[in-house]
């Protein structure tokens, strides 16, 4: 049996107010639940400054290592958003005005002050650049080769991300199950080990939480083979079960 | 008059459980917020897999750019757990267990079970580490160098930033002021750019929104010079009122 391929993404988060703390991020879960439906897996995360210097080192190390590219932000109408300058400097790539991103801004704003210099400057993306459609505001995202630029904003990303669903190629979506267990993590961190080790193509992350005066942990078992995962399942709640402790099926 | 020193920090998040899309990170935000009251600027931060080689590759890269790294995550007694070796083998260094961490766990399990081999893991660290006091748990946080080793669990890792609190050189803390406003950004755009360039050592962020079926936009300038913050914000607040726009001090 040939092992089935894997397809990976990164992810670039551009934005100050994340590195400041003013703004709870909320487009790294959002992006990793939707690309394990799509058959891929996100496997490095950076987040950056609004400083092109800093966009185009991670852009250049990360486009060439994984299947995909998403970025989130920097691509709005203010001097902040220097997204489509960067990525086009990583590139090598002129800029230029989209004529169809021109078209569906032009016709955004007819009825709300009409375009100016500034709403211009959400058409601009680097030569040869398709978009992405974008049905909350006028504004696209971007796509150039394998690498994806989306809103900041979560809903409007949210709507981006719609906009590629069943678009990218991928492999198998990643599965997961979880069972719950009062325990103390270091109570039977030798049964996970084993498990883990005794099948294959599994994963099992432990997360432990103190709740209601007490210690517990949520063990979530990972992989693209369903019967893989059932079985690891089934093994792990009969090794938790042999050392007399309750398993709930599903998170605790 | 010489410009202040800047002291700025990287952040490496350890975990197969943002990646995967699991856990929404809390971490970035708070450690950010921590660490601008130290004066300390957060100028990257990096989620990388529970793989040895990413962690290396990532703590590499990062504890020689900047004051200081900072890890959550990877430092508890499951087989998953692997930061600390991770850590010794990005440095060159022996793990060796450490007296005063032995002895703290097991104090900690004496009433709780007794200590046992996984237990005694996270007692695992570089030579020459020291130790951050935590008092959630028997567990310590870990520092090395200019490297801070802490938890992943939220409160647990806020517990440490408090043992750390006031230790760590910084310079002027980074102070923010928001002014909000019922108006497109892209209407305003080219006075938020002519603000921040006649300001020199302010930043000005844009932040927009969607809410009660209008769109906003909140303004936040950041600088570590309060008297340069207020003229900005001054200033700012003026221009805007000048377009006939109502303006909120503080977020709307």
């Known amino acids: 049996m040939t092992e089935p391929r894997i397809w990976t993404a990164a992810l670039i988060i551009i934005g100050d107010e994340i590195l400041s703390g003013r703004t709870q991020d909320r487009n790294i879960a959002q992006i990793a639940l939707w690309l394990n439906v799509q058959g891929i897996r996100l496997k490095e995360v950076r987040v950056v400054p609004d400083e092109q210097d800093a966009i185009v080192e991670a852009v250049n190390a990360l486009r060439v290592r994984h299947n995909y590219l998403f970025t989130t932000g920097g691509i709005g109408p203010t001097h902040d958003d220097i997204t489509v300058d960067a ?18 801004l032009e016709h955004y704003y007819a009825s709300r002050g009409g375009m100016n210099e500034q709403r211009l400057r959400m058409a601009r993306v680097p ?21 994806f630029m ?21 492999g198998r979506p990643l599965l997961s199950e979880t069972v719950g267990c009062w325990v103390p993590e270091s109570e039977i961190a030798d049964i996970l080990a084993e498990t883990e ?4 193509g599994c994963q099992i992350g432990s997360y ?26 089934t093994d792990l709640t009969g ?9 709930a099926m599903g998170e605790i």
Chains 1, 2 share one sequence.
């Open 208 to 233: 432990p939480f103190f709740r209601e005066g007490r210690v517990g942990a949520n063990f979530v078992v990972r992989s693209t083979d369903p019967s893989v995962l059932n079985a690891c399942i």
């Open 239 to 247: 090794r938790l079960k042999a050392k007399g402790l309750e398993v």
């Open 197 to 200: 080790r005794a099948h294959e």
């Open 127 to 147: 030569e040869g650049a398709d978009l992405i459609e974008n049905r909350q505001s006028g504004a696209p995202g971007i796509r150039v080769g394998n690498i």
């Open 150 to 170: 989306m809103a900041g904003v979560p809903h409007i990303m949210a709507e981006m991300l719609d906009a590629l669903t069943g678009e990218l190629d991928g």
């Open 87 to 104: 990525m086009a400097a990583a590139l090598g790539l002129q800029v230029v005005v989209h004529p169809r991103a021109k078209a569906a």
